[in-house]
């Protein structure tokens, strides 16, 4: 059975033209058009569909709510809005239902890929009930403290937009977030940006309080169980495997585009804990038990327990958001890079070895389980040998932080 894909546009034009540049995917793909969201509406109740892809400005229920209706009843769909320049309004309401913008007019090839990779990251997160606890989340909780900090300094008369970079930049879900609006065509910025505090200054700081005071795309993390010191653990991790994978690159002589990618993975390597902190918090839990107790990894431990681990998990949402492949890439398979499809030095490279590292040095967090180090995978890139002066390089960065 092929994929089953919706199409919202009250333009007959752009309907026709959608029908005619996609009909070479016909065998592949079921795909159904509707001049309204009345329409697709009936039609969604009649079969589970896949994604749905959605223009913004229509007489009747607009793209905004048509989304926001779509992601309370069937969670799991993907939900991608086609807008135009004009539409930043529009565009803004649907920022907590729609998961990637495109921006109108949208090249077959735009469209064709961003529907096949979230078909190919269907394939990384099997579990249907998973992928519709992944798709439903609007954003990734903060830190508490840093959430505190963008709020005070937004609220602000003086608010600087220098200082609103550097407070995301240290927070892992204000990071991944921010990130999602930038690399989707939101606003027509469409180029692949991977540092939060050039994103901030694309976005400008009206955008931005607009979106974290009044349409609140950013959120505390809520304890449900777990101390603030398991959370900032995972900051901190987070943050210093960031720092390492940076430091790693930049020493195996990588152009600056993957050292880059290396500190934006790094970051966001281990989102998937969150995602299961925030939304698991027993079977995590239990997770981290078994993992303490039988001294296996913490992923293996996930996956007896919850079924995946959040390595998949974290590149699902992050896939699903439009985030660079690179970097969906490096967090699906941090663990084990030997499983993925590519064999050149890379920002997964960086992270896989970075995140071992910091157990190495600094013992890393104690709940995450043993690191080990996938030497296959090193000595197919005859990196094995680098591993001590790698070492070196990351303890000196540490200390010039
Ligand atoms: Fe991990
Ligand atoms: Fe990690």
């Known amino acids: 059975m092929g994929w089953n894909i919706v199409f919202v546009d009250d333009d007959p034009g752009v309907l026709e033209g959608l029908q005619r540049m996609l009909r070479s995917m016909r065998r592949e793909w079921r795909m159904h058009f509707f001049p309204c969201a009345a329409e697709a509406l009936a039609f969604l109740e009649s079969e589970p569909v896949d994604v749905v892809v959605s223009d913004m400005r229509m007489p009747g229920l607009d793209g905004a709510e048509f989304l926001a209706h779509v992601k309370r009843h069937y969670p799991d769909a993907i939900r991608i809005a086609l807008s135009g320049y004009a539409d930043q309004e529009l565009v803004l309401r649907a920022v907590r239902s729609a998961h990637q913008y495109l921006a109108k007019p949208c090249s077959p090839e735009t469209l064709k890929g961003a529907i096949e ?6 394939a990384l997160l099997g579990e249907k009930s998973l992928r519709a606890v992944v798709s439903d989340l609007e954003a990734l909780p903060s830190l508490p403290s840093l959430y505190q900090e963008i709020m005070k300094e937004l609220e602000s008369e003086g608010a600087s937009l220098k200082r609103v ?14 990130l999602q609006l930038v690399n989707s065509a939101f606003f027509g910025l469409s180029r692949h940006v991977s540092h939060p505090a050039q994103a901030a200054v694309l976005l400008g700081l009206d955008t931005i309080r607009a979106l974290v005071l009044s349409l609140h795309i950013f959120s505390q993390f809520e304890g449900k169980g777990f101390s603030e010191k398991d959370v900032s653990t995972l900051w901190e991790h987070s943050l210093v495997t960031a720092v390492y994978a940076k430091t790693i690159a930049t020493s195996f002589g990588a152009d600056r585009v993957v050292c880059e990618d290396a500190f934006m993975a790094g970051m966001l390597h281990d989102v998937g804990k969150l995602i299961f902190m925030q939304n698991l918090a027993e079977k995590t839990k239990l997770a981290m038990e078994r993992s303490l107790q039988t001294g296996e ?31 969906v890439e490096a967090l699906a398979f941090h663990h084990f890079p030997s499983r993925c499809p590519h064999r050149q030095f890379s920002a997964l490279t960086a992270v896989h070895a970075a995140d071992f ?15 080990l180090v996938d030497q296959e995978y ?8 680098r591993l001590k002066e790698w070492k070196e390089a990351c303890q000196k960065a540490i200390v010039a932080e």
């Not at 990779?117 to 269907?122: E, G």
């Not at 970079?165 to 921010?178: H, L, Q, S």
Request: net charge neutral.
């Open 117 to 122: 990779r979230v078909k190919a990251l269907q």
């Open 297 to 327: 990894p913490l992923w293996a431990s996930e996956k007896a327990v919850i079924g995946t681990s959040h390595g998949e998990v974290g590149a699902y949402l992050l896939g699903v958001w439009g985030l660079p492949e690179r970097i």
């Open 357 to 371: 590292l910091h157990y190495a040095v600094a013992g890393g967090p104690p709940f995450q389980g043993l690191g």
């Open 378 to 385: 090193l000595s197919d890139l005859g990196l094995l040998g």
């Open 165 to 178: 970079g550097e407070i995301i930049a240290k927070d892992v879900g204000m990071t991944a977030k921010i």
